[in-house]
Nanobody, 116 residues
Framework: QVQPVESGGGLVQPGGSLRLSCVVS????????MAWYRQALGAQREFVAS???????SYADSVKGRFTISRADGENTVSLQMNNLAPEDTAVYYC??????????WGQGTQVTVSS
């Protein structure tokens, strides 16, 4: 079964950094879209960043200049480098992919907590 698996979450102080990773296992996959979403307690899930193939990245306004999404050519992994974290970045972060045959798949999420 194809499943994105996130890692790298944790507790960090304001101004700190974390790097999230998402690995998708499976054979003969053609994943053309990989993204990160997040959901804070009591809030709706929101878009954070995305990358089409390995070339075109997009970001939510709230994270521009602080977060960087990356995907290596030919790899079914995507990373999210998060710098200058703030308490409002606290949320469960989800990996989301779109694959040509399977469609859309969500990961289980990883908790990021920004607190002093």
């Amino acid at each position: 079964q194809v499943q994105p698996v996130e890692s790298g979450g944790g507790l960090v102080q304001p101004g700190g950094s974390l790097r999230l990773s998402c690995v998708v296992s499976g054979r003969n996959l053609n994943i053309y879209y990989m993204a990160w979403y997040r959901q804070a307690l009591g809030a709706q899930r929101e878009f954070v960043a995305s990358v089409v193939n390995s070339d075109f990245a997009s970001y939510a306004d709230s994270v521009k200049g602080r977060f960087t999404i990356s995907r290596a050519d030919g790899e079914n992994t995507v990373s999210l480098q998060m710098n200058n974290l703030a308490p409002e970045d606290t949320a469960v972060y989800y990996c989301y992919i779109q694959e040509t045959k399977i469609g859309s798949i969500w990961g289980q999420g990883t908790q990021v907590t920004v607190s002093s």
